[in-house]
């Protein structure tokens, strides 16, 4: 997915109630605009003319206009804020299925960028939709206004033609580099946050190894680089924020003082010269927020860009690879225990990823050794009931991982699995993957970490309750072995790997679910 694909993601699905609240925000635009018209018509034709009856003719009909904008607008921004809502959602179930669908703590992808993805770029990215709304809005009254004060005067419309071309050229640049510079930022806040954490999460090791000076040190270090991207984002934000409140007021002071200057000549009536003083304050509000809506769009570049590096496939689970004859085809029987005993390791994890990324998430599911292991309860980190964690502890074995956990002092299985033994993290990434009941379940190497004992048991009862499920294990272990439908050797063919189907047409579809 790319930038431009993830932000049409947000706005697509949305278009109904996009275009709903548009057309309410065009129409409170254009009646917020057309309010100085109805007051040059109350001055001109009703008190320079002395005329009751234009006066409340024309100022009911103000009265009648002016109830029109609050209740557009209302309407349009609740559409808005409500599609908002609902692509945050959308955006964070995206994240969360990525982060489930293997389970594993990406190289390049840290604790601190996952926090910083779902608790504010996933806002920043829905924002499209608000920006669209309101930028359309803004952009419509700020043409209408253009267009108002050129039926006045020529002049007082090229003027305001002449720092719409000048804000351009004087903005355009500046959004550039800022856009850089948020990059730049955002990378140093996860870098930081992330730190913050891991040094946390090892506090009491970093001082019983008196490293703890150290990392503190280091942490310093990190958050002075912080500081200093903080400056640099705020000194470049801060020229586009004095043009956002300096550039319209350069507006309204033209249009006034070329509008005094015409009215006392005579080719403008003081009607035209109070609705031109009107549009001129519209035009304040209106193109400020056009600078705004700018500013926003960059952001939202930049957090597109993260939740799309966030949501890549990752190296250790590369892409779908294409047959070749370099690629050696590994047959796979559906419904089967296939146990493949590779030359090296390595290639048979990257032809198990490439296989489980052909495949949908709730079809197919990889299990590697280095799964990641999130905080929780036993129950939350299996992803089941509290009353299926025995059971489903019992398939690897796994007794005494519930009884360790239940008499520590927090009950709960801490991040990375740090409060279990390397053999206990091994079988509960196992176990949860087993609890998912997926149709295809790959494991890459699953008991390296356990005894011959403990090994034997899983084996048989991982079979057991996988029946008629297909279960493909990578391993050199003769236990294995021992318990599988189907081996496939590959010690004396080192190199790259490819999975197939025995019988292609009775496999899952690539990308779907299980037939």
Not at 83 to 92: F, M, P, T
Not at 245 to 265: E, H, K
Not at 294 to 323: G, M, N, W, Y
Not at 438 to 462: G, H, K, W, Y
Request: proline share 4%; glycine share 8%; hydrophobic share 50%.
């Amino acid at each position: 997915m790319t930038r431009a694909g993830l932000i049409r993601a947000v706005i697509a699905p949305r278009w109904l109630p996009l275009v709903l609240a548009v057309a309410l925000l065009a129409v409170a635009a254009a009646v917020h605009m057309a309010i100085p018209w109805f007051l040059g018509r109350i001055i001109d034709e009703g008190l320079l003319q002395r005329d009751a009856g234009a006066v409340l003719r024309w100022g009911v009909a103000l009265a009648a206009v002016s109830l029109v904008n609050p209740l557009a607008y209302t309407l349009g921004h609740r559409l808005l804020a409500l599609a908002e809502a609902d692509a945050r959602r959308d955006i964070n179930l995206r994240v969360n299925d990525r982060a489930a669908r293997g389970g594993r703590a990406a190289p390049g992808r840290s604790v601190g960028e996952t926090v910083n993805v779902v608790t504010g770029d996933n806002e920043t990215v829905a924002s499209a939709l608000s920006t669209v709304g309101h930028g359309s809005m803004n952009l419509l009254a700020f043409t209408l206004g253009v267009v108002l004060v050129w039926t006045i005067n020529m002049w007082l419309g090229l003027a305001i033609a002449v720092g719409v071309l000048a804000t351009t050229m004087i903005a355009g640049p500046l959004l550039g580099r800022l856009e850089e510079r948020w990059n730049r930022y955002r990378h140093t806040l996860a870098t930081t946050t992330d730190m913050a954490a891991d040094t946390m999460k090892g506090l009491r090791v970093l001082r019983g190894l008196g490293g703890e000076q150290r990392f503190l040190d280091r942490y310093r270090r990190q958050s002075h680089a912080l500081v200093a991207d903080s400056y640099a984002l705020s000194n470049h934000s801060s020229w586009i924020q004095a043009l956002q409140q300096a550039i319209p007021f350069v507006y309204m002071t033209a249009v006034i003082w070329l509008g005094a200057r015409l009215a006392l000549d005579g080719q403008i009536t003081v009607g035209e010269l109070g609705a031109a003083f009107g549009y001129a304050t519209g035009l304040v509000m209106y193109s400020g927020s056009l600078l705004g809506n700018a500013h926003s769009i960059v952001s939202i570049r930049v957090a597109a860009d993260r939740i799309v590096r966030h949501l890549a496939p990752t190296p250790a689970t590369p892409a779908p690879r294409p047959a070749t004859p370099d690629l050696r085809s590994v047959p796979v029987a559906r419904g089967k225990l296939t146990v493949l005993v590779p030359a090296r390791m390595a290639d048979a994890g990257e032809a198990m990823a490439a296989f489980a990324e052909d495949h949908a998430a709730s079809s197919a599911l990889l299990v590697a050794d280095d799964d990641y292991l999130f905080a929780g309860t036993l129950a939350e980190v299996l992803n089941v009931t509290p009353g299926a964690v025995d059971e489903t502890l019992a398939v690897v074995s796994g007794g005494d991982i519930g009884t360790s956990i239940r008499v520590s002092e927090h009950q709960t299985v801490l991040d990375r699995g740090l409060n279990l033994s390397g053999g206990q993290r091994q079988r509960l990434a196992v176990a949860r993957g087993i609890a998912r009941n997926t149709a295809v379940l790959l494991l890459n190497d699953p008991t390296s970490a356990v005894d011959a004992a403990t090994e034997m048991e899983i084996a048989q009862r991982i079979k057991q309750a996988r029946s008629g499920s297909t279960t493909i294990v990578a391993t050199r272990s003769l236990i294995w072995r021992s318990h599988a439908d189907a081996v496939v050797d590959l010690r004396g063919d080192p190199g790259p790997l490819a999975l197939r189907w025995v019988d292609p047409a009775a496999a899952p579809t690539p990308g779907g679910d299980d037939a």
